[in-house]
């Protein structure tokens, strides 16, 4: 289904701190097999305690995406079911749902008759091309539009195929933008007190993230310039380069810049060089000055160069796989990696938020959740079901 979210006020009990401001998340999902992506493993973190223990386990991919989040197994295939979700709308702030348009209509839980029941709730709807045009009714993953939408045809080597980004890159921008356009939907509801919904496009979305080669192609009216791996059209030496035990990513994005690197690699004479004391002329002689940067850098180690480049003022960075992301000094100094306790799993390493508030204090307050996990509390809790009326929901399949 997607999630309900009720925003929280907590007082804190500490004198003189602010009025804390949380959503508390409401998962819906389908009472046997649960969220899509609790399937999508290895990896997994294994079940070592309670009654899921021997099983396979909380696939990496739902843990990373999944915390301060409560789950309600539910079937809205169920008259019940429904009667449960259009309660729990009355009572939330937003509503998230990503099915083809119109698919919610027959359980009765599209915008219209949730707008009818609750006319404050904002009501956002994520598919992969949006409730209207020719493609509306076409299903889309993230790298079907990466393909459809250009971003696949600009990356990659120049003399390679088209490449899918290493991560999902679309489906995150598109949870970015929703994210965004539900606080604002909520800021024009306080002052309208009106609802409304939002329509949102994986299709949109990455349309609007070509960014700069968007605008070049518009205003040009000329074919992109196509792939340039990790070197830029319009600027050089801006690349990576191999080293004798790996690669360093350098930017000369000025001339002074460029002197610079010069100077730490010993080779302060491409600083006058006919051939490359401007940008032009570097791009121009890009094959051949590449060519002799790579000869310098490949006598090094990657952690040779990046003492020497140290405090020169000019980006630079090493390429670094995965683990050593996680466990780079920086990342850790800034508190990016959080262990937490997982319910059926014990201890577990996830990513933390990334954004750091001047008083405000946002964190993993809770573990991704397994399947159910909060199902009493939230029939009891927000809509006063009794335990016996609970029961018989979950004997009859409407429940997990």
């Not at 079911?81 to 119109?102: F, M």
């Not at 459809?148 to 995150?172: F, Q, R, S, Y």
Request: one cysteine or more.
């Amino acid at each position: 289904m997607g999630v309900c979210s009720r925003i929280v006020h907590k007082f804190s009990e500490t004198w003189g701190r602010p009025l804390q401001t949380q959503a508390e998340i409401i998962k819906i999902e389908h009472p046997i097999r649960g969220d899509d992506t609790r399937a999508w493993g290895p990896p997994y973190a294994k079940h070592v305690r309670g009654d899921k223990f021997g099983g396979p386990g909380e696939s990496a991919y739902f843990l990373s995406v999944n915390r301060n989040k409560k789950s309600l197994g539910l079937s809205f295939a169920h008259p019940s079911g429904v009667d449960i979700l259009h309660k729990l709308a009355k009572d939330c702030d937003v509503l998230v749902e990503n099915y083809l348009p119109g698919t919610l209509k027959k359980y009765g839980m599209d915008f219209e008759t949730i707008h009818r029941l609750n006319p404050t709730l904002i009501y956002a709807s994520i598919t992969g091309y949006g409730q209207t045009g020719p493609y509306r009714m076409r299903a889309g993953y993230d790298v079907m539009v990466e393909a459809e939408m250009g971003l696949m045809h600009i990356t990659g080597e120049m003399d390679g195929p088209p490449v899918k980004v290493g991560v999902a890159v679309t489906d995150l921008t598109t949870g970015l933008y929703t994210s965004n356009s539900i606080m604002a939907a909520l800021i024009g509801r306080a002052r309208t007190g009106k609802g409304q919904h939002i329509d949102v496009a994986l299709s949109d979305c990455q349309v609007a993230t070509l960014a700069n080669m968007a605008s070049s192609a518009l205003i040009s009216g000329q074919p992109d310039s196509g792939r340039w791996g990790t070197a830029h059209p319009s600027i050089v030496p801006y690349k990576a380069f191999k080293t004798a035990d790996g690669d360093i990513l350098v930017g000369g994005g000025n001339d002074r810049l460029f002197g610079v690197m010069c100077d730490r690699m010993g080779k302060s004479e491409w600083k006058t060089d006919d051939r490359f004391v401007t940008n032009s002329l570097r791009v121009k002689n890009r094959v051949l000055l590449e060519g002799l940067i790579e000869e310098q850098t490949s006598t090094k180690k990657t952690s040779d160069w990046l003492k020497i480049l140290d405090g020169s003022g000019m980006p630079y960075a090493a390429v670094n796989d995965i683990q050593g992301t996680l466990h780079h000094e920086h990342v850790l100094a800034r508190d990016m990696v959080k262990e937490i306790d997982h319910p059926t799993c014990g201890p577990v390493k996830l990513v933390n938020t990334p954004v750091k508030y001047s008083y405000s204090e946002p964190s993993i307050r809770t573990p991704p959740p397994v399947l159910g996990q909060h199902t009493d509390e939230v029939l009891n809790e927000i809509l006063g079901m009794s335990n016996a009326d609970i029961e018989t929901l979950r004997k009859e399949g409407v429940v997990a």
